[in-house]
Structures are given as C-alpha cells and as structure tokens.
C-alpha cells in the first residue's frame, strides 16, 4: 500500500504538469486525425504473387507440356512458396503462388522472376511472362465513364489516354489510371490478291517496303569550326497518303507502289471485347491507389480535378462516375461516429441519472473524446490508419472506456470517502491496485492476438491493437485525469443523510435474500450452471456459422458466361437484353458491363465478362441481386449467371483463396478423368439446402479452326511450312509493319486482307499464297482446316491435376451446409478409384480462422488467471473470477442466436472479449470484499455485493448502451462491428448475476472448511 500512496502523492503533487501532458496528448491527437490516411480496409501486403505467361496460339494441352510444367517446377524453388496453382488455356497460363503470410512481398516478387528468367531459356521461342502481387489496390477507388452520341470510340478513348489520364495520374497517391474499352485507331492496308497476283507481288514484299528505312535514325555527328550537329534521317510516314506512295519494287516498267496493290484506310484494331456504360458503348476511367494511400483523398482530388478541367471534355461528351468507394469509406465513418456520439450520450445520461451531478458528468463527457483523440498517436506509431477495422474498434471501445470512468467516478465520490483528508489522496492509492487488475484482465487479452495470421490476423490486428491503445489510454485518463480535474473542480462525496441508519432498496434488500440462501445452500447454483450450460450448447449448436459478416457495400459485380464459342456480336446482343431488364430497375443507378475483360483488369474469353451494378441505395441489396438472377434466368436463359459479389468482400476472399464458401478440389491422375467427373460432382450437391450457384469448374475455351499442313504438298508445291504459317499470319490476322507518329499518338499500319476474303472456311482456303518460285499456291492446295470444339481450361494444384467445383452458400450457414456436402460426396460410386477431394474456398479459411480464435480464447483465459494469480496470489479467488466470464459464453451464444447472427471471427473476438470485461467486474467485487476486515466470510461476501451491486448495474447499463448503436446496426459498414457488439452486450448482461451471485458462492464452495469454521467461532 505505501508504494500506492507514494503514486497518489506524486499524481497530487504534479497535478498540472500531468494534465498539460496528457493535453498535448490530446492536441497530438486531433492533429494526427487531420493527417491519417483513410481507407476502407487496413493495408494488407497478401502473402501471393501471380505469373501471367503468353505464348502465341498454342493449344492448352501442348501449353502444359511444353511451358506449365517447366514453370511449375522453376517455381516451386522460390523460397517460402507453399503451394502452385495453374490454370491453362489456349496460348496462355496463369500461375498463382501462395506464401505464409509475414513474407516479405517485394522480396518473393523478385525470387519469383529470377526463376521465371532462369526458366524462359527451356522455353518456347516468343514465351513472355509479367510477374505482379496482388493486393487490394487492384480494384479501383473511384471510375468513370465516358459516353457520347457525337464523338467515336476512338475520339472517347484519345481523350481518355490522352487528356485524362496524364492529368489523374499526376494526383498523389494514384497508382494506376486504368483505361478500358473504345477503339485505338490504325491504318489498314487492304491487299488486293488480283492486283498483286498481276504485278507478281507477295504480301511479304509489302510488310518489308512499309518497314523498310522507315522512322527516324542518328547517323551521326557534323563538326564545323563553329557547332558540332547530329545527323539524322528522316524516313517517317504521315499520312494515308504517303503510305500509298511506299514504293514495293522499281522495275523497268517503273515503280509499284503500296497504292497499286491494296487500298490505305483509317481504321481501328481488331478488338475482342465489349464495353458498356448504362447501355451505350463506353470508355472506362479506373483510377487506383497506391498501396497505403488515402482513398478519400485521392477520391476527392480527382473529382476537384475533373471539376476544374472540364473545358477539356468537347461538347457532347458525357463523363459520368459510376463507383466511388470514398462514398463507402465516408458513409461507414459517418455510421461509426454517430454509433459513438449516441452511444456515449446514453451512458451520459445513466451518469447523471445515477449521479445527479452535472459537473462530473461534463468531466466524464469530456474524458471520452480525450482518450479516442490520443489514441490516434499510438495508430500512427503502429503504421496504421483510418479504416472500417480501426474505427469500429474505437467505436466497441468507448463502451470499455465509460465504464472505467464511471467506475473511478463513481469511486471517488462514495460518501465514505467525505472523512478522507487530503480529499482525494487515499481513495486514489486504495483504488490503485484493482484499477491496474481491472485494467490489466482487459487488455491483456489482446496479447494473443497479435499472433493470428491469415485474413483473420490481417484484419482484426487492426481492431485488436486499436482497442488495447484506448483501453490503456483509457486506464491513464481515468486513473490520472478523473481524480485530478474532480480535485481542482473541488467536486466531493455528498455525506450520507444518516449515517447510523441504512436505507436500502427493493433491489438491494432482495440481493442480500438471494446471496444469503445461495451462500447457505450451493447446490442451489447447480440447476442455474446446468441451465446456463444447457443454454450454451443448444445456442451453439443452433448458430449459423460463416466467415466474416457480410456489408452492404451498395453495388455489387455481376459475372456472366454465355455459350461457349458463341460470336461476340451475338454475346452483345444477349446482353444488350440483360442491361435493358436491369436499368429498368428502380433501385439501379448505373451500370457498367466488360465483355471479354474483367473489373480487375483481366482478360476473358469473349463469351464472359462482368458488370459492376451500382445501386441507389445499399438497402435490400440482397433481394435486388435475387431478382436480377432469376430475372436474367426467365427473360434471357441463354446468359448464366456466374457469381454475384460485392467488389471489396469478393476482393479480399479472391486475395484471401476464393470468394466462394464451398469449393471441391478434386484430384486424379487424369485430367480428362477429373473434367468428367466435375459436372457429376457439382449435380451431387446442387441439391443440398443452402447451395446455390453452382460452377463445375470447367471454363470451356470458344471453338478453333486449325489448319493441318500437308507437309508432302506443301514440297511439291515448293513452299515451307514456315513460310504457310508467315504468309496466313499477314493475310488472316494481319502484321503490323510500321507505325506512324499522329500528335501523341503513335498508330500501326497493318498489312492485311479485306474481311469479306476471310469470312468463311472456304474463303480462307481459296486464297493464294507465294512459293519460293513466286507462284501463287493455293491455301488450300498445302493443306486443310479442321473445326475443334472448345476444349476446358486445365487446371492443376501443386503439379497435380486437378478442376475445382464450387458453390455459394446462402440462407444458410457454413457448418450444416459443409456437412452435407461431405455427405453427398460419401455416396457409393460418386469419386472412382484413385479420385480424392480437399475443401477449400472461404470454408478452409473460416476453420483456419475458428481454430486460431479459439486458441486465442484459450490463451487469453490462461493469461487472465495468471494475471489474477499475480494480483492475489491465491487460487481460490482466481478460480472464482474466471469462472464468472467462462460461464459468460453461454449467454453470448444465446444473444448471438436470438439476434439471428451467425458464428464468424468478430463474433468470436467480442467472445474473446468477454474474459476480460467480466473480469474487471469480478476484480473490484474482491477489493470491496478485502476492505472489509471483519465479520463472518458470509456477511462479508454479502456485504461486498451491496456495495458494488449499484455501481455494477450503474457501469454496465452504462457500456451496454454505449454499444446499442452498434449492435442495432445503424448506418452503412457497421455490419462489420454488429456482430461483435452484439457479443459484449450479451455478456454484459449475464456478467451482473454472474459476478455478484454465482462467483461469490463458488469462492465460498472453495472455502467451505474455512467458512465453516468461522460460522461455528462466530468470528
């Protein structure tokens, strides 16, 4: 105690410098908030890294022979890899990487392309590769579009690379100006297979004249006396013009120009995909942020910019926003500030109510915005920033920091304390010891928590360190600030009215009742164990469980697949449909829809492709997307619907495994074998109850028209197979064989046939080809076309072959879904010999997030009794408190169960939590109990519950509705913290009768011969 009072008289003694300090703490604060990033989740470096591979036109089984497969092994040699997956189709093959999380990224990334560089000697001539990371930067932060009845697609998409771009791109913290969709324009020079079999020209000859000197070239220095100049050549193209009059071959005749064989014409590159906005063909502007960086910044930056330059938009241009996540980010921190504003006005009013002070009040409503300002400063050391996590760990911790200050509120101004001189001296070194107990038991569960890994400790790492910063924070103001500003308020005790009197009420006399026949009769406490365990096992056994809480975000991503092989002009009539029934929604705002390219940047085959649906307003998002499914099924059946995800949830399952909770890797030896066996698989649980949207796996490639070289023919006729290939390359697919400077643009010339010779088979047969004589030989005359049906993507998991079946779960949770599934795959016959599965999807990481939180409650229960151990030193009383927030779980899966919330990992950390908050309780129920020195143990137990039974309604009444906003979910983004506020509330009601009636008559069950014995003695 002397080394409590010591730490009360030097508190005293250095009043005013304390309270400056923790006032520049508070200054510190407010100037940090203006600074700290905002963001909608904390900036996460996820431990994969993916490898794109192009190579040419290759079919995808002669693909993974000849280049997955040596890639897969360079790979597997990168240090800290822990698994390989490989998708392959025609002519290209991704890799993905995954590695522990704690990696360090950049180094991976360069690890990664030195075994790609190591391998791409082996490989096939023309094999290129890019090597990126994925993180949540590669959704944009904002996008628009821009659409017009008056400018073409390629003016749209020359003012967006152009104009925009540059001028976006410069706004600090854009990573990335992303341009999809209009039209790039070029020069087409349609050969005339007449002219040129007249004039004895081969396309060859023209491709090398357009190439040939052209461009500008140094070819040295001229000295004179006076200057020293560089000499250049100058043999540029301008114009159509001028490309007709490229001379091919000067003859005695005279010359052939390019305009003698083939006609010059502004054109457009060949282009595979579609892009829409609201319906109308688009250019898409997505602006992304560099990792780190404030997204409602960048945000704002970049429409202030667009605002200020829109002279630079011509007339008849529309330029319209159709996703902004700062409106998100804003939306969910309005929400959390108004959960904490009204949180914090209700214990206010339980203060005063209880109270009847309106000064301590003030000094209670002061205190709270004191310690959240502080607590930036410590975000700000820990790296970390304004997010969904770090707010709503704020807004979960003012319940905790109110109730410390009602506490020492409530403490100091006990009418006990009138008698005390120097006023405030001897309460603060009394109540010293229990508050650091208290205070300690709550934050110490923390601890464990730092060690998750996964998504679960990316993402609650945030919220965990944020609310141990306010706890401890909150420990320094209520034990410094509280005692010091009540003192210079000069605000005590009121004397009791009389002091040889007791006036105790209904509640009060009704406790002592209580207390006494349960101290006189225990076994009176087993039918309320049995019952809360009871309770417990049947909520456990009832809750749905999941992964992380699902938010209404207000827009979601809609993929889609049409038939495979089908032409895009008849994908972009289907779909024209499917944006007609959707804009004819009311709660739609804008559309946006890619067709052989995707949100995130990728590429697709031209049957598939995405929309991003923004809607104008997040309520009932969930039917809306119902209906457009069953609508797009009814009005257009031939357009399947792949999956429906709400952008950042679907990026961070895609980062984090897969976005969808159910999916099936099956495993063989046969590739063919395992794409048989998909769709049988994904029929076996397309019925079960809560599976919906299933996919077999199998993405099936558009049809190929091969053309087989006859090799004997194609001597005969004097011609090699290589020069077939180059020759059908130019008048099929066309060379680019130069490129001219237009302005800042720099545009191809590309030699090929008009498209009426290359519609059909037959047409492509038809045409000549050039012997090494000159002769004209027939396409057809070397060789034949052979039509192959689209053949499926393969797919392989760590050099395996494998195909993935997957599902969503909805209306349903995660448990009794996957048990199901496991059921119908046990059925005889289903999986052949040599056939095996693994789960994976969002359902691996919920086990591996449910089984990393339960060994944090373990630990955190481990670590709060040790700390209870060190603070009494006696096993009786450790036992008896941490009993009270053991049996406290039971009544958070009761009020998880009523509430209809599912098990997922927030709910599991308020679950966490509650070890800790019943735990401050239990330790001042112990103080009161040691400060009284006399009497039998059962009046004593008795008496202590009469002097904290106010104060432990007054605090908890207080906390609880200090978390209601949250817990009743108002406002955008606050379904991320409901879960968990949900949790405390329900532990903080049953903590009231645990820690005042079940704890003290199982710490006198644990001192029965003791108790006894001074019940006989009457001591």
């Not at 420990?475 to 000069?490: A, C, G, H, K, Y």
């Not at 009060?508 to 006494?516: A, D, E, H, W």
């Not at 009932?620 to 797009?632: G, K, L, N, W």
Request: hydrophobic share 45%; charged share 15%.
């Amino acid at each position: 105690m002397r080394s409590y009072a010591a730490v009360a008289h030097f508190v005293l003694r250095h009043q005013r410098s304390l309270l400056f300090l923790l006032l520049v703490l508070v200054a510190g604060g407010v100037f940090t908030a203006l600074t700290l990033p905002v963001a909608l989740f904390p900036s996460l470096s996820f431990p994969r890294i993916v490898v794109a591979v192009d190579a040419g036109n290759r079919d995808a089984a002669q693909m993974v022979r000849s280049i997955t497969k040596p890639v897969e092994q360079a790979l597997r040699s990168v240090p800290g890899v822990q698994s390989v997956a490989s998708s392959t189709n025609r002519g290209s093959a991704d890799l993905d990487l995954r590695f522990a999380w704690g990696t360090d990224m950049a180094r991976a990334e360069l690890q990664t392309a030195a075994a790609m560089n190591s391998v791409l000697p082996s490989l096939p001539a023309g094999t290129a590769f890019r090597v990126h990371r994925e993180n949540p930067t590669r959704f944009p932060v904002i996008a628009y579009s821009l659409t017009s009845n008056s400018q073409s697609q390629t003016e749209l998409r020359t003012l967006a690379q152009y104009t925009l771009a540059p001028l976006l791109s410069s706004i600090p913290g854009v990573r990335q100006v992303q341009i999809q969709g209009g039209a790039l324009p070029e020069y087409h020079v349609l050969l005339n297979p007449e002219r040129l079999k007249a004039l004895n020209i081969t396309a060859q000859e023209v491709v090398t004249a357009l190439n040939s000197g052209q461009g500008q070239h140094a070819i040295g220095h001229l000295q004179t006396p006076n200057r020293l100049e560089l000499l250049l050549t100058d043999g540029r193209l301008r114009d159509a013009a001028e490309i007709g009059q490229v001379v091919i071959r000067h003859t005695a005749a005279g010359s052939v120009r390019v305009a003698d064989v083939a006609q010059v014409v502004h054109s457009t590159v060949p282009n595979y995909q579609r892009i829409t906005a609201d319906g109308k063909p688009a250019v898409l502007l997505m602006i992304k942020q560099q990792l780190g960086g404030n997204t409602v910044a960048i945000a704002h930056a970049v429409r202030a910019s667009l605002h200020d330059n829109a002279p630079l938009i011509p007339a008849g241009v529309v330029l319209k926003k159709w996703y902004d996540q700062s409106t998100l980010i804003v939306d969910s921190a309005k929400s959390v500030r108004d959960a904490i504003v009204l949180g914090v006005l209700f214990a206010i009013l339980i203060l005063f109510l209880f109270l009847k002070n309106g000064r301590v009040t003030l000094v209670a409503l002061l205190v709270v915005p004191a310690v959240l300002a502080s607590t930036l400063i410590l975000l700000k050391l820990f790296g970390l920033d304004f997010n969904i996590m770090t707010l709503g760990g704020m807004a979960a911790a003012v319940g905790l920091v109110i109730d410390d200050i009602i506490v020492m509120i409530e403490y100091l101004l006990h009418p006990k304390h009138t008698r005390r001189r120097p006023h405030l001296l001897h309460p603060l070194s009394e109540f010293t010891r229990p508050l650091v107990g208290s205070s300690t038991a709550t934050i110490i569960i923390f601890a464990p928590l730092a060690f998750l890994d996964g998504v679960t400790g990316a993402f609650f790492k945030a919220l965990s360190l944020t609310m141990a910063a306010s706890l401890i924070l909150s420990f320094l103001f209520t034990w410094l600030v509280v005692p010091i500003v009540l003192n210079r308020l000069n605000i005590k005790p009121k004397p009791p009215k009389d002091s040889t009197v007791p006036q105790e009420g209904v509640m009060t006399r009704g406790y002592r009742i209580v207390l006494s026949r349960l101290l006189r009769a225990p076994i009176l406490l087993l039918p309320v164990i049995v019952g809360l365990g009871a309770i417990g096992w049947v909520s456990l056994t009832h809750i749905p469980t999941g992964f992380m809480p699902e938010m209404n975000e207000g827009g979601f991503v809609l993929d889609y697949q049409t038939r495979p092989g089908q032409s895009l002009t008849e994908t972009n009539r289907e779909l024209m449909q499917v944006e007609a029934l959707i804009q004819a929604m009311p709660e739609v705002d804008t559309l946006t829809r890619r067709t052989g390219a995707q949100l995130g940047g990728g590429l697709t085959e031209a049957n598939q492709g995405d929309m991003f649906i923004q809607l104008k307003s997040p309520d009932h998002q969930t039917e809306v997307m119902d209906r457009i499914a069953t609508e797009i099924a009814q009005k257009v059946p031939d357009v399947t619907v792949q999956d429906m995800n709400q952008p950042m949830g679907d990026l961070i399952g895609d980062l984090a495994g897969s976005p969808r909770p159910v999916v099936i890797r099956l495993f063989g030896q046969s590739q063919h074998e395992l794409q048989a066996l998909a769709p049988k698989v994904a029929r076996a649980i397309s019925g079960i109850n809560g599976i919906k949207e299933v996919q077999n796996g199998l993405v099936i490639a558009g049809d190929t028209l091969e053309f087989h070289i006859d090799r004997n023919k194609a001597a005969v006729a004097d011609i090699t197979p290589g020069a077939i290939v180059q020759q059908m390359g130019t008048l099929f697919g066309g060379t680019v064989a130069t490129r001219l400077a237009e302005g800042e643009q720099v545009v191809g010339v590309r030699v090929i046939t008009p498209k009426y010779l290359r519609a059909t088979p037959q047409s492509l047969e038809n045409m000549d080809l050039t012997n090494a004589a000159g002769q004209p030989v027939r396409v057809g005359d070397v060789g034949h076309f052979v039509s192959i049906t689209g053949t499926p993507q393969i797919t392989r998991y760590n050099q395996k072959p494998m195909v993935a079946v997957s599902a969503r779960i909805g209306g349903r949770g995660f448990g009794g879904t996957i048990a199901d599934v496991k059921k119908a795959l046990a059925q005889p016959g289903l999986l052949p010999q040599g056939v095996y599965y693994q789960l994976s999807g969002l359902y691996q990481q919920q086990q591996i997030a449910f089984h990393g939180l339960m060994l944090v409650f373990a630990t955190a229960t481990a670590l709060v009794f040790l700390a209870l151990l060190f603070l009494y030193e006696r096993f009786a009383i450790s036992l008896s408190i941490i009993s009270a927030p053991l049996m406290a779980v039971a009544g958070v899966l009761f009020g998880l169960w009523v509430t209809g919330q599912t098990l997922n990992i927030t709910s599991l950390m308020g679950l966490t939590m509650i070890i800790g908050i019943v735990t401050e309780v239990a330790v001042f129920y112990f103080f009161e109990v040691g400060r009284i020195r006399s009497g039998p143990w059962g009046d004593r137990l008795i008496e202590a519950g009469v002097r904290r039974l106010r104060p432990t309604i007054m605090t908890s009444l207080a906390a609880i509705l200090t978390l209601l906003p949250l817990a009743l979910g108002i406002g955008q983004g606050s379904a991320m913290q409901q879960p968990l506020a949900i949790a405390i509330i329900s532990g903080m009601i049953v903590q009231i009768p645990l820690a005042l009636l079940v704890m003290p008559t199982l710490y006198r069950l644990f001192l029965r011969k003791k108790y006894l014995a001074q019940q006989t003695s009457g001591s």
